[in-house]
Each structure stands twice: as structure tokens, then as C-alpha cells.
């Protein structure tokens, strides 16, 4: 298993409380099919924002309380009234999947987490409303490891990312550290390459780690469940280090053993 932001909904965790179970779902539906239309497939990149744009005109009409036409979305409207949940982080997800379109390259780390403020931290958001946590600090926190496990998850990706023309890695970064995007294409895992894939492991690491205190703060299942969260994404900064940092030969993931270690780290930490 890899660290993916939208695996981070916890839909088929034992520790989820089947009462919020129907809402989870309904949300990670919403959030797993836009990326599959802004990432999978062979549409042409018209197909994929006008498909993003029907997504969008549904959430419209949630939003002037009419009928959504989908049924997906009239499911969805039923658990944002029930949960009165906000509308604007849905929106913002299907901003970042739009970007994901047609923005191909990151000038600078700001830069990118100003795209992870859109592409993952609203997941952390709803969760955080739906369990009745939202508050300011909690929002911060949330946040904090949301882009944190975003990040993480172009670390182990660089390959995959590459295939589809696309480079989070910020410009700056490639610069400073001398890699170019000749390296990345020949998966040069030199000297240069381990040093920047350091830097920017430990920087999510770090960011990561500041979030950490919703694991301890939130009660009961939901804390455990996030603490395991962490754990993960942690884990794998882990095993890119192990790796010396070569993504390109081996993608990291999470096996049997890691789950052990996370599970231990999660209840004991």
C-alpha cells in the first residue's frame, strides 16, 4: 500500500463508526472519481476540465438547495445537509484536479503548497467536520498533515509523475540542487538527485510532525485512526531513506511488516 491522499479517507478502516461510514463514502466517491477524470483514461485535456466543470455545476445546484441531476450528487447533498458540511472545500478539490490538467511544473515550494491547500487539505477539513472537530487549531494541524502526506506522495511518485509530463518537484529546488529533467527522465540517482530527495523528504517530515498533535488531541477511534495516518506517511519517508533515495527502481510502499510498525508506533507514540 502507498500513501495516497485520497486512500486517506478512512472508508474501509474497522475504526470508522458505522454511523459515519454512508458520509465517508459519499465523500471519498466524490473526491476519487474528479481525480479519475483529471488523471485517468485517454480524454483530451477538454474532456477531462469539461468533466470537472459538470462536477462543479452539480455542486451548484447543492449549493442553491435544487436537485442535482447525478445521482452521486443527489447522495452527496443528502450528507452535507445532514452533516452541514461545507461546500467550498469540494469546490476546491476540483480546482486542484482542474490545475492538475493543465499546470505541468511547481516554481517553488509556496507554490506548491498552495496546491496542496486545494488538493488535500480539504479532505482533513470534512473529516474534521463530520466528526465535529472543526476548530481553528484542529484545522491547522489537519492541514499541516494533509500536505505533509501530499508531499510525500509525489516523493515516492517522481517516476509515475514523470510518465504523465508532470514535475512537483519544485523549479527552484531542481536548480539549487542541480538536477535537471534530463536526470529525471534517465532516473539518474546520483549524488545531486540524493541530495534534493533528502531535503525534501525531511522538509515533509518536519511538516508532518508539526501537525501532530491532532493524533493525541482527538478522541477515541478518529485520533487512533489519524495517528496511524501519520504513522504511514512517516513510514514511508522511512523507506525512501532506505532506498537511499532512488524512487525510480523501487516505489515505496507499505508492506505486512510496516503495517506492524505503524500499528505499534500509532498506540505507543
Known sequence: MSVDHYENFPVASFLLPARLRPAVEALYLFARSADDIADE???????RLAGLSAYEAQLALIERNELPTDVQFQRLQQIIRQYQLPIQPLYQLLSAFKQD???KRYASYPDLLDYCQ??????GQLILHLYGAATAQNFRDSDAICSALQL??????VAIDWQKQRIYI???DLRRFAVTESDIDQQCSHDAWKSLMQFQVQRSRELMLSGMGLGRRLPGRLGLELRAVIQGGLRICEK???EQHNVFQRRPKLGRWDWLVIGYRAIFK
Open 101 to 103: 490538467v493543465v499546470k
Open 170 to 172: 519544485p523549479q527552484d
Open 152 to 157: 510525500i506522495n509525489f516523493w515516492q511518485d
Open 118 to 123: 486545494r488538493s488535500a487539505n480539504p479532505v
Open 41 to 47: 483514461g485517454d480524454a483530451t485535456d477538454a474532456e
Open 240 to 242: 525512501i531513506e532506505l
